[in-house]
């Protein structure tokens, strides 16, 4: 039997300028994880303890995206999740980003998942 390996989730956000967030959503959620168990403890030891909410805390960081390319609509901005293998990292994908924007930019929009797309024309809008 095949042995299942996890995924990593990332949240980017780029312009006709370049990559300008990418987070690991993965990593975020473990946190979380670890959040709610700390305090599901801490609440059995009678001590308070507010754990995080992922979901809160995705939806902010998407909002502050969008609203971000919104008030730079000139910008051309792009939001996407998309699953890479969970040997990858913020800082695999920032590098390739520097050296080849394009290529990763096209990459993304064929596997991932769009949030928001603001390219004037879907196939005039090139990372520089």
Sequence with gaps: ???KT?????????????????V??????EEVVASEKLAAWNALKNEECKPQNF???????LYVMK???????????????????YSMNVENFRA?????PQTIADL?????????????EPNSIKIQ
Excluded: V
Aim: hydrophobic letters at 45%; glycine letters at 4%; aromatic letters at 12%.
């Design 6 to 22: 996890k995924d990593r989730l990332f949240l980017a956000s780029w312009d006709q300028l370049g990559l300008e967030a990418l």
């Design 24 to 29: 690991d959503l993965t990593e975020k959620q």
């Design 96 to 100: 390739m980003f520097e050296a080849s």
């Design 108 to 120: 993304i929009r064929a596997k991932g998942n769009c949030l928001l797309d603001m390219r004037a």
């Design 55 to 61: 979901d809160t805390w995705a939806g902010e960081m």
């Design 67 to 85: 609203l971000r390319a919104r008030l730079n609509y000139h910008r051309h901005y792009e939001i996407y999740t998309f699953k890479a293998d």
């Design 1 to 3: 039997m095949a042995k």
